[in-house]
């Protein structure tokens, strides 16, 4: 007689350096048109989620093809990870004025939305695509992933608050509800993008950040606590944020030429105990990388981290590259070079 099984305990999830994603993943033509068609009025409810969960699939499928083991919804229906989450959350307002619209990094433009009133969680904002990917995940964990507090704040006007701290704690209240749905339906590895700590690393923001983590990833125990941490001097932050509460910092390598690896050396990161997550594909540059730069990337963080506590993952998410082919290739040698590694490290893929 068949026993049931729990479906995420189905995919053995290699020991040692397993593949993932930062999250974000090139729109498919489906969730453009679905967004387009949105803004405008011109499409229903139930035309927008059919076309979302399409892209969803699609970007789901193309992960399992390329051999990720953890994976993503791929984020088709965030314009962006700021305005998303703001225009979902209680006591934002997102202008649609362009002069309102700024500048973060390299092209990146967006919304700037601004605080008018107490931040408070209204419901889930990410619930139902991470369940949707789950269908699809072939038993793949699906991270779930939301922006953190700190970036919410920082990539905000704040017409309200007028204590930084005090927005970025109310922040962290209220997306820890998300979160803990999440964790309720299932979700085991719980990522917090902060991308904007990197570009303040002074004592009281990564204070402040610590504090912000603390809160939104609390009554969460057993899971596993991710932070996402790019664009910017990532290690001015070291060695202060090794004691943040968390598992594992994905962070960025290639774009900083792996000059980041002197800070997890210098500052003895694996005696920390945390996980790594180690950016080895160049987001910002549609050339692919090679099978043997991948694996000489590998190779270097081996020497100074332990390969059970390596994750080996894109530097960003791969939505920048605006191409999904070019995203695909570089998925799948990123694998590719992992399982060569692995083998050659002596362990064994069945
Ligand atoms: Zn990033």
Known sequence: MRRWSNVSNAYKIPKVLPTTVVGS?????????ALKLYEKGEISEEEFEQLIKEAIRKAVEDQIEAGIDIISDGEQRREDME??????LEGFVVGNNPEDWVRIFDNVHYRKPIVVGKIAWKGPMTLTDWKYATEFSQGRPVKAIITGPYTMADW?????????????IDLAKALQKELKILYEAGARFLQVDEPALSTHPYKDDIEIAKEALSIVFSGMEDAKKIVHICHGRVE?????????????FDLEFVNNNFKLLEAIKEYDYASSGKELGYGVIDIHSKKVETKDFIKNAIYRVLEIMPPE???????????ILGDRDIAFKKMKVMVEATKEVRKELGYDES
């Open 25 to 33: 993943y090139p729109k498919f033509p489906e969730a453009k048109k």
């Open 83 to 88: 305005v998303y989450f703001a225009e979902r």
């Open 156 to 168: 905000a006007f704040d017409n309200y608050y007028g204590d930084k701290r005090e927005l970025i």
């Open 236 to 248: 001015k932050l070291f060695p202060d944020i090794l004691d943040y509460p968390v598992d594992q």
């Open 309 to 319: 506590k390596v994750y080996v993952k894109p530097d960003c998410g791969l939505k």
